[in-house]
Nanobody, 118 residues
Framework: QVQLVESGGGSVQAGDSLRLSCAVS????????MGWFRQGPGKEREFVTG????????VYAESVKGRFTISRDAGRNTVYLQMNNLKPEDTAVYYC???????????WGQGTQVTVSS
């Protein structure tokens, strides 16, 4: 069974930074990428950023480019999301996810709340 546990959320002011972590345990697909999604109040869940299994390829939503950075540790069982220059519109529950054999995001964490006030 795959488990993902996020941490690092909180309440901050606009312009501040936060770093989210996601620890993955259990049997995962060896070549699966990892990603972060978010769901703001009254909004659909949206893709934020993803990183390949190798850590070489990274993709970002336009809304976070230049402000957010995704990374994963050498052991490839933890993924991070460094969020700088946070804006009120970044307020959301942030979820990490892991790809399965079909390269779809099959495994999800419980989410961590990020609140940015102006």
């Amino acid at each position: 069974q795959v488990q993902l546990v996020e941490s690092g959320g909180g309440s901050v002011q606009a312009g501040d930074s936060l770093r989210l972590s996601c620890a993955v345990s259990g049997r995962t697909f060896r070549n699966g990428g990892m990603g972060w999604f978010r769901q703001g109040p009254g909004k659909e869940r949206e893709f934020v950023t993803g990183i390949s299994w190798s850590g070489i390829k990274r993709v970002y939503a336009e809304s976070v480019k230049g402000r957010f950075t995704i990374s994963r540790d050498a052991g490839r069982n933890t993924v991070y999301l460094q969020m700088n220059n946070l804006k009120p519109e970044d307020t959301a529950v942030y979820y990490c996810a892991v790809q399965g054999p079909r390269l779809s995001y099959d495994y999800w964490g419980q989410g961590t709340q990020v609140t940015v006030s102006s």
